[in-house]
């Protein structure tokens, strides 16, 4: 199938379409090999297919391959760095960038948008090594800014790299809710009940379809939003319910205050985040932002959605300077690409067993733009095994 690399056996059109499919979905890599075989034998062919273990080796050439060749485009790069536990105490560093040339203004950031700059696990990443890997990058693509939480380790990265940091919007956010729910009775009570519940109907057929969704533990101040929603429907339709499932729901109607409460703070979390995280920071943004959080608090009396409203002005006050600073007109605030980054690589890893795991991070350069045929061919003619080795010592001493 197509040309062959150098010393290679399988033809680089083969190499590049495995590639490509197992980027796709939680696609396995035995997964990727079988639905080669199934296809090959609608088609009628006969060709012989490589083991998932050498689809694993290609992988990680592609992968590496790309770290190490990225050229720039020209121009300044935004920068994207997060930190990710992957398995117990060892953590994943990952710095993403784009070239301030490639940025639509008009959409959220993709896959395809991005590239790879570092990818590296150590038990601890202090921020001295962070900014020796930021110092690193900078000598081939200039960076304007970095994009990410207010992590320690982070924030110190950019101070000693003397680089510009925006706060990711859903961070900052969160954040302020934590503040305002954290010790507040009402919402904690709350809070239990939902999980108490889901305890007692998780194996009901019969309230299966009542039950409230999950709340993630990280971030739960930000989560509980679907929590609300779901509260909401349930009052809407009270009188069509049982009376085993109002016996069991009427703590919503103890905490109907509470959560019109958050309906109004979560139509003040939503408003911001959606404008900001789909196109950006800017005059226009800012503004369309303003007018509907006035048309929201000019509708409520609500202390605590008042004080919300007033922490989303100050973020976008924040936003504003940072722009003034960086003599900008349009600025990206939110670091959702790089959680997507990690959550896919998740997908592909297998929690119980760690074999491996070091070089198989270079793969997570393989989610950006689609490899092509020559690509393909280079990564398998210049990337040798011991070459992912010697990386992957290189990552364990970082």
Known sequence: MGEKADRHQYGSSLVCLLLEMQKYGAMSLRSCRNSVACMLVALGLSVRLPSHSTIRNWLCKGGLHRIKTTESVGGEYVVYVDESIVFGSEKILLILGVPTARINATRALTHSDMEVLYVGANVEWKSEHIAAELVKIAKKKPILYAVSDEGNNLCGAYKSFQCTHIADCTHVLANHLKRLYQKDADFEAFRKLIGRLRKQWNLSKANSRYMPPTMRGKMRFANIFPCVYWAQLRLAEWDNLSESVQQSLVFLKEKAGLIDSLAIVSAVFKTTCATLKNEGFGTEQKASILSELATISASTTDGKAGVFIQNCKDYLAYLDSKNTLLKQIHLLVSSDIIESFFG????????????????????????????????????????????????KKREKVA
């Open 344 to 391: 896919k690589f998740k997908t592909k890893i297998n929690a119980n067993n760690r074999t491996g795991l070091t070089e198989f991070l270079f793969t997570i350069a393989n989610f950006s733009q689609s490899f092509s045929v020559e690509e393909t061919k280079k990564a398998l003619e210049t990337i040798k095994l011991k070459d992912i080795k010697l990386s």
